[in-house]
């Protein structure tokens, strides 16, 4: 018989117990610990870890600390709250990973069992993104990548005509494209990309992801640079180039992006070219040179008529909750190997795959 004293969801807790211990290995296991759901070495009970767990990755370890004793009447203080966050987020990162490795396992045998797809969708959609967040002075700003997929059929429009998702799923990675490029294609993979009949893949300018998806996603795929971003870098070069005349200019080149009529801007900015000098002779360099490496995927009029989104507002809306709502509160900085422990708490709550995660979790107690 062994003391032991946790913290529960109604306080403190102290109870004695049989403890059982192979003489051999020295291994112990105490069966009351089991049903009460605290595990070795832990000095909470489970369904506490869950709820600290929940409370530090919504808000900041000490944000959580006041949360949990105002509205649970539970003391846990800031550090024991940071500890549960990388201890549980290491746990569920790794679930995570498991299940990605299991979509991503190559089908060898026409009569081969694979993971059923979470949503079934006719045509999918993949957008993805990065955002940055800061760290602490003695290490660089980390990048973290973020993926968000979904069905064209699982896509509406609310009162104000803002298009509204109402089924998705969410990847993201704190490390590095190649850790984040067999990310999306699980993501794609668990959201129907073997029997979507059409695909379309968002993105910004950024090189690195268009070269990961013209080499990992199917032929015939959609590629679509994010309008929006391009309007704001002929925008600019408008003001960069007429100064307070820069509408009307701005205003023709949106037009002709609208219609697909790519080659005419860029013919336009062309001849400007052979009139300009220094700065502005750079500056028009550079925008001819970005949309000329991205004109096969701005052919806007035909993805608008194919019903394809034209911007990559719903990964950028994930990048601003999913990362910017946490890892960009006011005055935080971070050590780069936390991000990806709490990312992965995050993860599994905007996925809603959080309870799943704690029956798994009950279920390796109990055993």
């Given at each position: 018989m062994r003391p032991r004293q946790v913290k529960s969801l109604c306080g403190p807790a102290a109870y004695e117990r049989e403890v059982f211990e192979c003489q051999k290995c020295r291994h112990s296991f105490a069966p009351a610990d089991a049903v009460l759901g605290v595990a070795?070495?832990?000095?909470?009970?489970?369904?506490?870890?869950?709820?600290?767990?929940?409370?530090?990755?919504?808000?900041?370890?000490?944000?959580?600390?006041?949360?949990?004793r105002?509205?649970?009447?539970?003391?846990?203080?800031?550090?024991?709250?940071?500890?549960?966050?990388?201890?549980?987020?290491?746990?569920?990162?790794?679930?995570?990973?498991?299940?990605?490795?299991?979509?991503?396992?190559?089908?060898?045998?026409?009569?081969q069992a694979v993971p059923v797809p979470e949503i079934a969708c006719q045509r999918?959609?993949?957008?993805?993104?990065?955002?940055?967040?800061?760290?602490?002075?003695?290490?660089?700003?980390?990048?973290?990548?973020?993926?968000?997929?979904?069905?064209?059929?699982?896509?509406?429009?609310?009162?104000?005509?803002?298009?509204?998702?109402?089924?998705?799923?969410?990847?993201?990675?704190a490390l590095d494209l190649e850790d984040f490029g067999p990310r999306i294609k699980a993501l794609a993979l668990r959201t129907g990309l073997r029997k979507a009949k059409a695909r379309a893949f968002l993105a910004d300018g950024a090189?690195?992801?268009?070269?990961?998806?013209?080499?990992?996603?199917?032929?015939?795929?959609?590629?679509?640079?994010?309008?929006?971003h391009v309007l704001e870098h002929l925008a600019q070069l408008a003001k960069d180039l007429f100064g307070q005349a820069w509408r009307p200019p701005f205003e023709r080149w949106k037009a002709l992006m609208r219609t697909s009529h790519v080659a005419e801007v860029i013919a336009e900015l062309e001849h400007e070219h052979t009139r300009r000098r220094k700065g502005?002779?750079?500056?028009?360099?550079?925008?001819?040179?970005?949309?000329?490496?991205g004109q096969s995927r701005m052919d806007y009029a035909r993805y608008e008529k194919?019903?394809?989104?034209?911007?990559?507002?719903?990964?950028?809306?994930?990048?601003?909750?999913?990362?910017?709502?946490?890892?960009?509160?006011?005055?935080?900085?971070?050590?780069?190997t936390n991000i990806p422990l709490v990312l992965a708490l995050r993860l599994s709550i905007f996925n809603g795959e959080w309870e799943r995660?704690?029956?798994?979790?009950?279920?390796?107690?109990?055993?």
């Open positions: 070795p070495g832990q000095k909470m009970t489970r369904s506490l870890v869950r709820r600290v767990a929940w409370a530090a990755a919504s808000g900041s370890f000490t944000g959580a600390e006041a949360d949990l105002e509205l649970g009447g539970l003391c846990v203080s800031g550090t024991e709250c940071a500890r549960v966050a990388q201890d549980e987020g290491g746990r569920i990162g790794r679930a995570q990973r498991r299940r990605e490795r299991e979509f991503l396992a190559p089908v060898i045998d026409i009569g999918l959609v993949i957008e993805a993104d990065a955002t940055t967040v800061l760290t602490v002075p003695d290490e660089e700003h980390k990048s973290v990548w973020c993926a968000k997929a979904f069905g064209l059929e699982h896509r509406a429009h609310e009162g104000s005509g803002r298009p509204v998702i109402t089924e998705s799923r969410r990847a993201a990675s090189p690195s992801l268009w070269l990961w998806a013209e080499h990992h996603l199917p032929p015939g795929t959609v590629f679509i640079q994010d309008l929006w502005p002779r750079e500056r028009l360099f550079e925008e001819i040179r970005y949309l000329r490496n194919e019903g394809w989104p034209l911007g990559s507002g719903a990964i950028e809306g994930e990048c601003k909750h999913l990362v910017k709502e946490r890892f960009g509160l006011t005055g935080a900085h971070w050590r780069r995660e704690w029956q798994e979790d009950q279920t390796l107690l109990a055993a």
